[in-house]
Nanobody, 126 residues
Framework: QVQLVESGGDSVQAGGSLRLSCTAS??????MGWFRQAPGKEREGVAG????????YYADSVKGRFTISRDNAKNTVYLQMNSLKPEDTAMYYC?????????????????????WGQGTQVTVSS
């Protein structure tokens, strides 16, 4: 049974940092990503990573502030979020799939992924 378990969401002040974690069980994903959805908005891709070569890709809105990484031995992906802004407030979802590349833009497409976590809330206050 495939399962994604996320953790790390919290409430922080603007300028603060958080690290989200997501551990996959039941399979070894070729690609993993983080998405977010704010109230009244569509889900958007934030960052993604291919397992084979750790190639990463980011949405412009988080580039330079967020870092995605992966520990293949633990089947875990992380999202380090620095310099958080109120507009980063959202439910963050981990996603995993079998797409192995090579197109980077696909890492931010929800259709790339077959499995989703339950979400973890990030709230940034000004």
């Amino acid at each position: 049974q495939v399962q994604l378990v996320e953790s790390g969401g919290d409430s922080v002040q603007a300028g603060g940092s958080l690290r989200l974690s997501c551990t996959a069980s039941g399979f070894r994903p070729a690609s993993m990503g983080w998405f977010r959805q704010a109230p009244g908005k569509e889900r958007e891709g934030v960052a993604g990573i291919y397992s084979s070569n750790s190639t990463t890709y980011y949405a412009d809105s988080v580039k330079g502030r967020f870092t995605i990484s992966r520990d293949n031995a633990k089947n875990t992906v992380y999202l380090q979020m620095n310099s958080l802004k109120p507009e980063d407030t959202a439910m963050y979802y981990c996603a995993a799939g079998n797409v192995a590349g090579p197109f980077l833009y696909k890492l931010l497409l929800s259709t790339t992924y077959s499995y989703w976590g339950q979400g973890t809330q990030v709230t940034v206050s000004s």
